[in-house]
């Protein structure tokens, strides 16, 4: 595919949009912190492993906290339901 029919699937499609922009703003944020983007050999191929272990790890406690706000939003919501019905 040519750069014109990879920007046009990626104009069309939101998800890709804003996945750009938060690339984007990583970017920047990495710049102004450490000056540069991403350097390979500022880190050892342990180092790098070890990084996105820490990351990852970052990425699990998020997914449960998503899924704890998410359990309480079903809680409300059915208690919610209940109190609509009740009232009926």
């Known amino acids: 595919m040519d750069a014109q029919h990879w920007l046009d699937e990626l104009n069309k499609n939101q998800i890709l949009r804003n996945v750009q922009k938060l690339l984007e703003t990583q970017t920047e944020k ?24 820490q990351e990852m790890m970052d ?9 704890f706000k998410y359990a309480q939003l079903m809680t409300l919501e059915k208690l ?8 009926r």
């Open 30 to 53: 990495g710049i102004q912190k450490y000056g540069t983007t991403v350097v390979p050999s500022h880190y050892t191929f342990i180092e790098w492993l070890e990084h996105l272990q």
């Open 59 to 67: 990425a699990i406690v998020y997914c449960e906290v998503l899924k």
């Open 80 to 87: 919610n339901s209940a109190m609509r019905e009740s009232e």
